[in-house]
């Protein structure tokens, strides 16, 4: 089972518009992670936001992770075509096993030039 | 610098087989982790070895085993395979035992018949 649903499950915008994705979790968290999957290829890392960090920027990402809600938001600025991508959030759970991580269902975004 | 490689990228089996995926990290990292990414999911957690010993273990049947050499690399085992096991293994490794960035190999995709 996954402990994280994203939403929305796929989304679609034009080339230069914001992409916001979403994700929720269950269990208190050290730190969320969000990785991109190209075509069903392996995983990149994109950014780790730490429980005591609320707002973290890589470039033209912005993530932000309220754990009250036990919710966090990846935003896109700029699209581009080249984003075109399925996006993962991913838990690394308190007491968790290992070096486990808690993938969601991923939310696939297509940017149209 | 050579990233996580996997072999081998794509197989054919048959229920019943057993099959052997093989995982190298990157150099001087010393955890390798298992993942199996069912087609539209997102990866779930298999196995974690660190320095040759099974750090952590996902919920998946018995029939899945893993090992880590001691040159790092590491071995998933399928053993009776199920139609239910057609997907995407990804490997990934870290330089240490805490779960900080992984970095993902492209996977080997099985397809059971």
């Known amino acids: 089972s996954q402990q994280g649903e994203e939403d929305p499950q796929a989304l679609s915008i034009q080339e230069g518009e914001n992409a916001t994705m979403n994700c929720s979790y269950k269990?208190?968290?050290?730190?969320l992670q969000w990785y991109r999957q190209n075509s069903g290829r392996g995983l990149v890392h994109l950014i780790l936001?730490?429980?005591?960090?609320r707002e973290k920027h890589s470039g033209r990402l912005r993530v932000t992770l309220d754990t009250s809600k036990k919710s966090s938001s990846l935003l896109i600025t700029a699209s581009r075509a080249a984003d075109t991508a399925s996006y993962f959030c991913?838990?690394?759970?308190?007491?968790?096993?290992?070096?486990?991580?808690?993938f969601g269902g991923g939310t696939r975004l297509m940017v149209k030039p | 610098d050579a990233g996580v490689t996997q072999s081998p990228t794509h197989l054919i089996k048959t229920r019943g087989q057993q099959v052997t995926l093989r995982c190298s990290p990157i150099?001087?990292?010393?955890?390798v982790s298992w993942y199996q990414q069912v087609l539209g999911q997102g990866p779930q957690f298999i196995f974690q070895?660190?320095?040759?010993?099974?750090?952590g273990r996902g919920n998946f049947p018995d029939r899945f085993s893993a090992r880590q050499f001691p040159n790092y690399s590491s071995e998933l085992n399928v053993n009776a395979l199920l139609l239910g096991d057609s997907a995407l293994y990804l490997c990934?490794?870290?330089?240490?035992?805490?779960?900080?960035?992984?970095?993902f190999g492209e996977g080997s995709r099985l397809t059971v018949l």
């Open positions: 990934a490794s870290t330089r240490g035992g805490y779960t900080g960035e992984l970095f």
């Open positions: 269990t208190s968290i050290n730190n």
């Open positions: 936001i730490r429980s005591n960090e």
């Open positions: 150099s001087g990292h010393k955890s």
């Open positions: 070895y660190y320095e040759k010993e099974e750090r």
């Open positions: 991913a838990t690394d759970a308190i007491n968790n096993a290992g070096n486990m991580l808690t």
